[in-house]
């Protein structure tokens, strides 16, 4: 009775009054966001307007910007530094996004597949606990393990494969080689829980009909389980470019980009002329070209996401 005064005393409201309940509803809600869209402009639109601007500009950080046209690009595509650090980059894109997905779609594989629920748990567990990890101990871990006497070449040593040994990071042959080889096995823990979320949303009565029809292990990842989840495969593709088109800690902290300029990447590079340089109006169009890469990959991720639905 009393729910059936109530839906009889809602529907006596009438279209107006409802109607400004709503749009009192919604300014209240725009109220709690509006400290968040406020901190958003101050510390992340500004900040990337002021280096759109300050790219076309010959400034040192403390005088005043004197305006330059497009000299600091021009300048860019003459620059023999920042032209290696595109190579570097398109290396470093090449062989590390392969190793930062593939690794972990057979790990998700291999866990989606566990007979148990408990056990596909605990195994899940030990992998994503390694988040919890910051990623400067991870890089400085690493730069333990390469050193001259360390783990990799200890290791080479015991197995009788001393001609294997050598300067990892200290030879510019292999230094960035040994950068992109970081993190082995290679298995990324949010790449591993994306990816175990798009073959838990596979349906249960099409695994069920694919193994009474007897198809095998290599048919099913294959035919079924990868065409499946090729929306979480674009979705880490686009994450992981973007993510390595902004890599400044691994040779930061490692190489400082050397030795020479054997490690340099475009991210480094615009850290590099700002900070130790005092360039900064030169390191903002690096920061640009930066952006407009990356704001490509944003449009062609958001077109993709809508012609998905």
Do not use: C
């Amino acid at each position: 009775m009393l729910a059936g005064k109530t839906v009889k005393l809602q529907s006596n409201v009438s279209p107006v009054t409802r109607k400004a309940r709503t749009k009192k509803h919604s300014w209240i809600a725009y109220l709690f966001l509006l400290p968040t869209f406020v901190s958003i402009v101050i510390f992340s639109y500004y900040p990337a307007i002021r280096a759109l601007m300050g790219a076309f500009t010959d400034w040192d950080g403390f005088n005043s910007p004197q305006f330059i046209g497009f000299q600091n690009f021009s300048r860019l595509f003459h620059d023999p530094v920042f032209l290696a650090s595109l190579w570097h980059i398109l290396i470093w894109t090449v062989i590390g996004i392969p190793l930062s997905i593939l690794p972990s779609f057979a790990v998700a594989e291999l866990i989606f597949h566990l007979r148990g629920q408990r056990s596909q748990y605990v195994y899940r567990t030990v992998f994503i606990l390694a988040m919890v990890i910051p990623g400067v101990v991870v890089i400085l871990l690493w730069e333990f393990i390469y050193q001259p006497s360390g783990i990799l070449n200890q290791l080479f040593q015991d197995l009788g494969l001393s001609s294997w040994k050598r300067e990892w990071l200290a030879n510019p042959h292999y230094a960035l080689g040994s950068l992109i080889g970081l993190g082995f096995p290679w298995v990324n823990p949010f790449n591993l829980l994306i990816l175990y979320a798009g073959l838990q949303s596979i349906p249960v009565e099409l695994m069920d009909a694919a193994s009474v029809d007897g198809v095998g292990l290599w048919n099913r990842i294959f035919k079924i389980d990868i065409p499946l989840v090729t929306s979480q495969f674009k979705l880490l593709l686009i994450l992981a470019i973007v993510g390595v088109s902004q890599n400044l800690l691994t040779p930061m902290l490692l190489t400082g980009g050397g030795p020479g300029t054997s490690t340099v990447t475009p991210v480094f590079y615009m850290y590099q002329t700002s900070i130790d340089y005092g360039q900064y109006g030169y390191g903002m169009s690096v920061a640009f070209l930066i952006f407009l890469f990356v704001g490509i990959l944003a449009v062609v991720n958001m077109k993709y996401v809508q012609s998905s639905d």
